[in-house]
């Protein structure tokens, strides 16, 4: 199907939860129903800084407005679940590393630290 798309955004300083709202209207050109995508974006600290994970989700509305109205109660239930697939993701990576074990054959040359050959050491 092919939509025409319209951008809106509304700035709202009295909401500390979602302080600016992004929606696109996704108007199909056949004439059929149009779709309200609400945008927001999820900052996740990492190791290497905070990284910014955009989050779509589709609002039932019938007008730009309602789509407004409706937008906090529509993105939190959809942020938890991000949060708790990538909260399960790193879990699941680090107990990936934890449990790993390293040779010294492993080690790429260079990787620093002392390395130490069991096999050389006097008795």
Same mark, same amino acid.
């Given at each position: 199907?092919?939509?025409?798309? /319209?951008?809106?955004? /509304? /700035?709202?300083?009295? $909401?500390?939860?979602?302080?600016?709202?992004?929606?696109?209207?996704? *108007?199909?050109? *056949?004439?059929?129903?149009?779709?309200?995508?609400?945008?927001?974006?999820?900052?996740?600290?990492? @190791?290497? %800084?905070?990284?910014?994970?955009?989050?779509?989700?589709?609002?039932?509305?019938?007008?730009?407005? #309602?789509?407004?109205?409706?937008? %906090?109660?529509?993105?939190?239930?959809?942020? $938890? #679940?991000?949060?708790?697939?990538?909260? *399960? /993701?790193?879990?699941?990576?680090?107990?990936?590393?934890?449990?790993?074990?390293?040779?010294? %054959?492993?080690? @790429?040359?260079?990787?620093?630290?002392?390395?130490? *050959?069991?096999?050389?050491?006097?008795?």
């Amino acid at each position: 199907m092919i939509y025409k798309r /319209e951008e809106y955004i /509304e /700035e709202n300083d009295q $909401d500390q939860k979602f302080p600016i709202k992004r929606i696109d209207v996704l *108007d199909p050109i *056949d004439g059929s129903a149009k779709k309200f995508v609400g945008e927001v974006v999820l900052g996740l600290q990492t @190791p290497v %800084g905070v990284q910014q994970i955009p989050i779509s989700f589709e609002i039932p509305a019938a007008t730009v407005q #309602e789509a407004f109205q409706k937008f %906090g109660d529509t993105a939190q239930p959809r942020i $938890d #679940e991000a949060r708790k697939q990538i909260e *399960d /993701e790193i879990r699941k990576i680090r107990q990936e590393a934890s449990s790993r074990i390293i040779r010294p %054959g492993d080690l @790429p040359m260079g990787a620093g630290g002392n390395v130490v *050959d069991f096999g050389k050491l006097k008795k």
